[in-house]
């Protein structure tokens, strides 16, 4: 049981250039978040979904897209980088039931550098 | 809206001694309210959380947080840290009956001295 992965761990790109960041859970947790986290202003949400098939926009979505063909799997997009996308991006899932209903598990983030 | 204040942004403490991280909140709704840790280049890992009940929440690792709905606070507390305390500390809340969806401070970075 692996819980929340993220890929990949690191990554640098130029101005303009595109990637795509993988998310990945095996608790079969219904919600998926998509988090960006930067000096002295904690975490914010990027995007979220709540399953299959469907997302949604947080409080920091432009320039991100995301998809969420597999319950188990949740893709955050950067179509054309910017500097100002610079950050730590976390993954996090939770499910709608049960005793650890509400609660968050998060992956180990990814450290994107956009030069 | 909804929005938490963490008013301090470091905290040294000296090993053994007690320690207070505050955090206030404000919303027009009903919330749940978290506290998460983070150690270095790792994620966020849940101490504890209020959902209802008992306004004292016991968590991992010997802290506890106290629910004061009148102050709006949510403040963390140990009474005896350790070195393996050091962290960053982020208190965050959710709306009740939403989607989860967390908001986060700005964080408290607790030093341990030796």
């Known amino acids: 049981n692996a819980g929340v992965t993220q890929t990949p761990k690191f990554r640098v790109l130029k101005t303009g250039q595109s990637m795509t960041l993988l998310c990945a859970q095996d608790m079969n947790h219904e919600y998926m978040y998509w988090y960006r986290q930067d000096p002295g202003m904690g975490l914010r949400l990027i995007h979220y979904?709540?399953?299959?098939?469907?997302?949604a926009k947080g409080e920091v979505p432009d320039g991100y897209n995301v998809s969420r063909l597999k319950k188990q799997n949740f893709l955050l997009g950067l179509e054309s980088a910017a500097p100002s996308q610079t950050s730590v991006y976390f993954c996090?899932?939770?499910?709608?039931?049960?005793?650890?209903?509400?609660?968050?598990?998060f992956g180990p983030g990814t450290r994107l550098t956009v030069l | 809206a909804q929005s938490v204040t963490q008013l301090d942004s470091q905290v040294p403490v000296f090993e053994e001694a007690p320690v207070e991280l505050r955090c206030n909140y404000s919303s027009s709704v009903s919330v749940y309210l978290f506290w998460y840790v983070q150690y270095p280049n790792q994620g966020l890992q849940l101490l504890l959380k209020y959902l209802s009940g008992s306004t004292l929440v016991k968590g991992i690792n010997g802290f506890e947080a106290e629910f004061n709905k009148s102050q709006t606070s949510f403040h963390l507390r140990k009474p005896s840290v350790h070195i393996s305390d050091t962290a960053e500390y982020f208190c965050a809340v959710t709306l009740e009956g939403g989607a989860n969806n967390l908001f986060f401070g700005t964080g408290t970075r607790l030093t341990v001295i030796p």
């Open positions: 979904s709540v399953g299959e098939g469907t997302t």
């Open positions: 996090a899932s939770s499910s709608t039931w049960g005793d650890t209903a509400d609660t968050q598990y």
